[in-house]
């Protein structure tokens, strides 16, 4: 579904990400963990397709096609959906408002007719409970007074409703408690099918005892050092980083 | 130069030669010949003055406008020809037509309540004690030129009396409508008194649809006597050929409450004078605005608040979207008095440049006399929350679409404070349609306008 190759990224000049690979397939979670700085939500928004991210170098192929082709609304329509580690806050645009707005483009583009009004209310209705949303909420400004639960609730009630094959979820665990975050899981597990996949990145493993991974890479300096299956992710909760970075030190000399 | 003196001089041979005509009512014949002389004195504005420094009256002034003068029969059907397409709103309806009051059977209405709404003409004749008591108390004629050539001319317009203790049960609109073959210069005069515990609420629509170049230079005195409230509402959606000088003066005496929403939605050239005194303890005003405009439009709104006396309230939000090279000025003034202790007042300018040629000039200004006061101002200009679009694009929403929605969220904060629901809801979708670029004046009008051929009335033109 998804294939990075050799992917370098710099923003104002700075490299950011540096030779980074990645393959994803249908049906996958990958998680994406690394200290702070390592370009991880570089690379979510650069798969998203962020102004001012320069490509200096590599691929990302996505169903096929050279994304770098596609307009970040093209990106979505196709299936990409990036769950935002910050999301924004638009106010006086209701969710409603916006929610409608994008699914019809969605439709739009695959040529279907616009929703009516009571299709739109009663999906919306429908997908609320993935993420237990209150009801108000869908009267509210995008994110505007939001808690920090809210805002990640709306970012996978937002995923849910578009029903994307690749979900990037940027620390979406990030401001969490345990009550949210189980939510916020619980709602991703149910979005879960054998046909679409998920990149999640994260920097705590508790994460990944609700959303659990096939995959787990460490991104360090741009790239992935370190692959392996959901135990890596217990190792680094016990370990930390350190000793990654050891292993790279002692690789290199 | 020349030509402004041209127009100068052509506007003070026309008074001379229709003083005897124009000063038929006794009481404004000292009123007229003063404000002549001071029209001449000041002449027209210039960039030179601080009020005018940014908006040019070269283009307006140049042309050679006829003076609306010949007396006029009101009398006619403005149903035939027009229609206010917000169809949920129930209103009492006064309708100008190229300065006058337009009426159907009687040029004086009274309500149940006691309401009055008339001409100003025959108002002046019918009830010259209420009308003396006010007029021309709260503008200003020895400083501002435009104020004393409305003044010296003004022949007609509207009158709304409500007397003290009344609640007028529906809005009164006022459309102001022009339409003629020929360049015409209109100075409709307003006069509005809403007396103690009373009120209103008041939609003034300025429609101008004009084949030529027309100014229209109008002036509106309302006054918002003790323990009363008044909304009022003017929406601008007027043709590019058009210039409108709207003054608005509003005088608040104590306890009372002002709400003013200013909405223009097109405008060739307008320059929205709004002046707010609060002459009383205990007062609420609010001053709302939006304007959008675009391609070579220039929209100018100057407002001021003058508390004179302590504890009261004043809150003023602006709100532009600036598209092409449209030209936008906001200058706002808060005069607190030495005894306005106690004042609160606030002011925000906000604007939204949507190309590198559109313009914005604003200028908050605080003036403050008193010590014991809580004051702000602040002005923003800026272009659309790139984070937010990003935001909303990575949702599949188009770039265009985008960028509307934002605009239309830029511009909600003003139009939530709209207190008339149908209104409300008329202007939402206006605001839409004119940020999706789908609003020209045409729209609104079923006169077409746009089309080169000249438009067929079936009312005769002669009388107007």
Not at chain 1, 22 to 47: C, D, F, Q, R, W
Not at chain 1, 146 to 168: D, Y
Not at chain 2, 212 to 228: G, K
């Amino acid at each position: 579904m998804l294939s990075i190759k050799n992917l370098k990224v710099s923003i104002n000049g700075k490299k950011i990400i540096n030779g980074f690979n990645l393959e994803v397939k249908a049906g996958e979670v990958h998680a994406i963990m690394g200290p702070n700085g390592t370009g991880k939500s570089t690379l979510a928004s650069a798969i998203a397709g962020k102004e001012n991210y320069v490509i200096t170098e590599g691929s990302i192929l996505y169903k096929g096609k050279n994304l770098f082709d596609m307009a970040p609304e093209i990106r979505s329509r196709e299936g990409i959906f990036l769950g935002f580690q910050y999301p924004v806050e638009i106010p006086g645009v209701s969710i409603t408002n916006f929610m409608k707005t994008a699914v019809n483009e969605h439709r739009k583009y695959k040529g279907l007719e616009p929703l009516t009004g009571s299709a739109f209310l009663k999906l919306m209705e429908e997908k609320k409970k993935v993420v237990e949303l209150q009801a108000k909420l869908s009267n509210r400004s995008v994110n505007e007074g939001f808690s920090g639960g809210e805002k990640k609730k709306n970012e996978i009630f937002q995923m849910a409703m578009l029903e994307p094959s690749l979900a990037i979820l940027d620390e979406t665990d990030s401001g969490l408690d345990i009550d949210a975050l189980r939510i916020v899981a619980n709602g991703v597990n149910k979005l879960r099918t054998k046909d679409n996949a998920f990149i999640v990145i994260t920097h705590y493993q508790r994460l990944l005892d609700y959303i659990i991974p096939d995959f787990v890479h460490v991104m360090y300096d741009g790239r992935i050092v370190k692959s392996g299956g959901k135990e890596l992710a217990f190792e680094l909760e016990e370990k930390g980083y350190d000793w990654i970075k050891k292993e790279l030190e002692e690789k290199s000399t | 130069m020349e030509t402004y003196k041209n127009l100068k001089d052509k506007i003070l041979e026309t008074y001379s030669v229709n003083s005897a005509f124009l000063n038929q009512t006794n009481f404004l014949t000292g009123i007229r010949d003063k404000a002549i002389t001071h029209f001449d004195t000041l002449g027209f504005p210039h960039n030179k003055l601080e009020d005018w420094r940014h908006t040019k009256l070269t283009g307006v002034l140049e042309n050679d406008y006829s003076i609306c003068i010949e007396d006029s029969d009101g009398n006619v059907d403005v149903n035939k020809f027009f229609h206010c397409d917000i169809t949920d709103l129930n209103t009492y309806t006064a309708v100008l037509l190229n300065g006058w009051f337009a009426y159907k059977n009687t040029p004086i209405t009274k309500l149940a309540d006691g309401t009055i709404i008339a001409s100003l003409t025959h108002a002046l004749k019918e009830f010259p004690e209420i009308v003396k008591k006010h007029y021309g108390k709260y503008c200003d004629i020895e400083k501002n030129a435009f104020e004393a050539l409305n003044t010296a001319f003004a022949l007609d317009g509207i009158f709304i009396y409500v007397p003290d203790n009344v609640i007028v049960d529906k809005p009164i609109q006022i459309i102001s409508i022009l339409n003629k073959k020929e360049n015409i210069l209109v100075q409709p005069r307003n006069l509005v008194i809403v007396g103690k515990n009373s009120q209103l609420k008041l939609v003034h629509c300025d429609d101008i649809f004009s084949h030529t170049p027309t100014l229209t230079n109008s002036l509106t005195e309302i006054f918002v006597d003790e323990n009363a409230s008044v909304d009022h509402y003017k929406m601008q959606n007027n043709d590019n050929h058009s210039a409108l000088i709207a003054t608005t003066y509003f005088h608040q005496k104590a306890n009372s409450k002002l709400s003013s929403n200013t909405i223009t939605l097109n405008g060739g050239f307008i320059r929205n004078n709004t002046n707010v005194a609060i002459n009383g303890e205990n007062c609420e005003t609010n001053l709302y605005g939006i304007y959008l405009v675009d391609g070579n439009q220039i929209i100018d709104n100057h407002t001021f608040v003058d508390h004179i006396k302590p504890n009261s309230t004043s809150n003023e939000i602006f709100k532009g979207v600036i598209d092409n090279q449209a030209k936008a000025v906001f200058s706002g003034k808060i005069l607190v008095r030495k005894d306005a202790q106690k004042t609160n007042a606030f002011q925000t300018n906000k604007n939204i440049l949507l190309t590198d040629e559109a313009t914005i000039n604003t200028k908050p200004t605080l003036e403050i006399y008193a010590d014991d006061v809580k004051c702000s101002h602040g002005a923003t200009v800026g272009q659309l929350d790139h984070e937010a679009l990003f935001y909303m694009r990575s949702r599949g929403i188009s770039e265009d679409n985008a960028k509307m929605l934002l605009m239309y969220a830029f511009t909600d904060e003003v139009i939530t404070k709209i207190s008339i629901e149908p209104l409300r809801e008329k202007i939402c979708q206006l605001v839409n349609k004119r940020l999706k670029g789908e609003l020209s004046i045409c729209d609104q009008c079923v006169m077409h306008c746009g089309c080169d051929e000249a438009v067929v009335f079936n009312i005769d033109m002669s009388k107007i």
